[in-house]
C-alpha cells in the first residue's frame, strides 16, 4: 500500500521510519530529484506526519487530529512553506528574514525559532531550492547548522550542482529516482486520467515524470508532441515552423505566463529527449523504446544527422531550459532557440 498516498518512492520512505523510530530525523534535508517525481508532496505529507498528534505504525498520519486536518487544510501554523514566486528568477531575500523594516522579526528564520503551536515539532519546506541566491543561502546558514531541536528543514531543488556548496554542506541528501511507467500508469488510472492506452503511452513516453504524464494524457499536448519530433528530424531545421507550433501549444494554455511556461518547458525537454535519443543511437546503435521517438530519431539520422550535430543542438535546448527557469521573455526565447536550430554554430543571446 502506497505510504500517505505516495507511490514510488518506498526506499526513501523505510529510510525516514528507521530514522524516526531511532529518534533520529535530521534537522536539514535536501531532497533532490527530476521535476515531477514527486518531491515537494513527499516533503508535504512528511510534514504532516512528523506534526500528527497520534502518527501511527510506519510514519503514517492519523488524519483525524486537529493537527492533520490543518495540514491537510494548508492551514498548519506549525508547517512553513517558501516558494519562488512565478515572476521572480529567485526566492526573495523578505521570505527568509523579513522586509527591511522586519529584518529577524519575520520570515523562515524568524518564524523557525518559534515554540511549535499545536504539536512538539515545527517543519519548514523549502520548494524551489535551485532558486535560492547566494545572500538567501547565507541567511540560512545558521539554521541550518543548528536547527532548533524541534524543527526540521526540508529543502527542494533537482540537483546537486544546482545547490550552493553551503548549502550542500548543511543538510541530508535524500535522492528520489524517476518513477517507473507501472507506477505512473498506476497514479493515472488513479486519478481517471485518459482510457488505458492513453496511460500507457503517456506513462512510457513521461521519463519517470508524473507531471509530464498528465500533460501527455492530454490529447493536444500528444499530438504536439508527435508534430515537434517531426520537425526536429526535417533537415535542415525549420525555425520558423517550428517556433510557430511550439508558440501556439503554449498560447491554448491562457494567456498567463504561469501557465504557458510548463508548457515550454516541455516542448524543450521533449527536444533534450530527442536530441540525446538521436546522441545515444549514433554512439551505440541503440534505438529509444519508445516508437514515436525512434523513429523520428531514426529518420533524422537518415537525412544527414550526426552526433556532433545532436550535440550542439542538445547544448542550445539545455541552454534554452535554464532561461525559462530565469524568467526569461518566452516568445523572445522561442526565436532564440529556434534560430539556434538553425544556425547550430550561434549560442542562445537572451540573457
Sequence with gaps: MAWEGIEGHDEIVAGFVRAAARGRVAG?????????VGKSTFALRLARVLTCEAPGEGLTACGRCSSCIQAMAG????????????????????????????????????RILLRPAVGQRKVAIILDADAISEEGA??????????PDAAVLILVGTALERQLPTIRSRCKVVRFRPLSPEVIA???????????????????AAAGSLARARLLVDAEVAAFRRSLFSLLAKRPCRGVELGSEV?????????????RRPRF?????????????GLR??????????????????????TG????????????????????????????LIDAWTACLEQPRFGLTTT
Design 247 to 259: 508558440t501556439a501549444m503554449m498560447e491554448a494554455a491562457g494567456k498567463e505566463a504561469a501557465r
Design 265 to 277: 518547458k516541455l516542448a524543450l525537454e521533449l527536444a533534450i529527449d530527442f536530441y540525446r535519443a
Design 305 to 332: 544527422g550526426t552526433w556532433e550535430q545532436a550535440n550542439v543542438h542538445l547544448q542550445h535546448t539545455l541552454e534554452a531550459l535554464e532561461a525559462v527557469d530565469r524568467n526569461a521573455h518566452l516568445g523572445m
Design 138 to 147: 547565507n541567511c540560512l546558514l545558521k539554521t541550518l547548522e543548528e536547527p
Design 75 to 110: 492551514s498548519h501554523p506549525d508547517i512553513d512553506v517558501v516558494a519562488k514566486p512565478e515572476e521572480r528568477a529567485t526566492i526573495p531575500l523578505e521570505a527568509f528574514i523579513g522586509t527591511p523594516e522586519h529584518r529577524m522579526r519575520e520570515g523562515l528564520c524568524w
Design 186 to 204: 498506476r497514479v493515472l488510472d488513479a486519478e481517471g486520467l485518459g482510457d488505458p492506452a492513453t496511460r500507457s503511452h503517456a506513462a512510457a
Design 28 to 36: 536539514a534535508y535536501l531532497f533532490l530529484g527530476d521535476e515531477g
Design 281 to 302: 543511437f549514433a554512439a551505440t546503435g541503440l534505438e529509444a523504446d519508445d516508437p514515436t521517438l525512434a523513429s523520428s530519431v531514426a529518420s533524422w539520422l537518415r
